[in-house]
């Protein structure tokens, strides 16, 4: 199974006395509900379970324009992030922090560097390999929700778990789970012009999970949002991180969110200025 393989990928054993050891263990715990390995249930403070990065830039750079008026987006961001962070990316406007997502995701190329996600250097996949990638490893939520307007919540959310290729029971089953989880039980036949921006958004995350990705990207993901739908989706969102460990890495300016990350990254002209943990 691709989801339970990459899960391996995250974590690796090391102890003094095995320290070269290659073997890998299942983090069945980013599995909702699932949690049978006995490696996992080893308390982490007292395991010798040593994460690893999910995400990995080094040196990465863009440059828009290059031929023209360049615009130098990014200037060597080497960034790390493990499975299981809440990390804000937070900055001025225009220091890099969508470019910096974008290329994470996938959706852009650097223009020099490296971006690793679990171990697979995105820039040496062909456009459909990257594609796949993507669907099966990355969730996105964007600032404007981005729900095709002419399905239902439910609709929107199988349709990830349909492109890849399962079955649909499987689909209309699992996305009823996560509009659960996201607290939409009595909206699954909704469509988003008769959803709130709240609701809209928790959709979008719903969806993003869908695709049990390894983390889930949200760029500026409460911009349109109200105080109380912006406390909610943390609210959810900090659940998710905790009860499953799920790795979120948002962009933003929002005081509110930047409040309650564990790690806050600031890029200031396309650079890591500070990189705070909490
Ligand atoms: N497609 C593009 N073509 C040319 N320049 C671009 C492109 N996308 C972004 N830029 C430029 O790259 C720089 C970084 O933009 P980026 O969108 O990453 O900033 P940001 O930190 O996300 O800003 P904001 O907080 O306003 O969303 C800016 O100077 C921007 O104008
Ligand atoms: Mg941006």
Avoid: W
Avoid at 7 to 28: F, G, H, L, P, V
Avoid at 96 to 113: F, R
Avoid at 220 to 245: I, K, Q
Wanted: charged share 25%; net charge negative.
């Amino acid at each position: 199974m691709r989801y339970a393989h990459r899960a391996e990928s995250n974590y690796e054993y090391s102890n003094s006395t095995k320290e070269s050891s290659d073997e890998c263990y299942a983090a069945e715990s980013m599995i909702p509900g699932v949690n049978t390995h006995p490696m996992t249930q080893i308390e982490p403070e007292t395991s010798n379970l040593k994460k690893m990065s999910i995400i990995t830039t080094t040196g990465l750079t863009k440059v828009y324009n290059a031929d023209q008026v360049p615009v130098h987006a990014l200037r060597g961001v080497d960034l790390t992030i493990d499975k299981g962070e809440f990390t804000s990316i937070v900055g001025p406007s225009g220091s890099g922090k969508t470019t910096l997502l974008n290329i994470i995701g996938g959706l852009d190329e650097p223009t020099e560097g490296k971006a690793l996600i679990d171990n697979t250097d995105l820039t040496t996949l062909s456009d459909r390999k990257l594609i796949n990638f993507r669907l099966h490893h990355i969730g996105f939520v964007f600032q404007a929700y981005n729900l095709i307007p002419v399905l239902t919540a439910l609709e929107n959310v199988s349709f990830i778990m349909q492109m890849q290729g399962r079955s649909s029971r499987e689909c209309r089953e699992k996305s009823i789970d996560l509009l659960k989880e996201v607290g939409l039980e009595d909206k699954i036949n909704k469509r988003p012009s008769e959803l709130s921006g709240g609701q809209q958004q928790r959709v979008a995350v719903a969806r993003a999970l869908a695709s049990k990705p390894a983390f889930v990207l949200a760029d500026e993901p409460t911009a349109n949002l109200d105080s109380v739908s912006t406390a909610e989706l943390l609210d959810m969102m900090l659940e998710l991180n905790e009860r499953e460990e799920m790795t979120f890495v948002f962009s933003t300016h929002d005081q509110r969110v930047i409040d309650r990350a564990r790690r806050v990254v600031t890029l200031v002209d396309g650079k890591i200025d500070t990189d705070e943990k909490r």
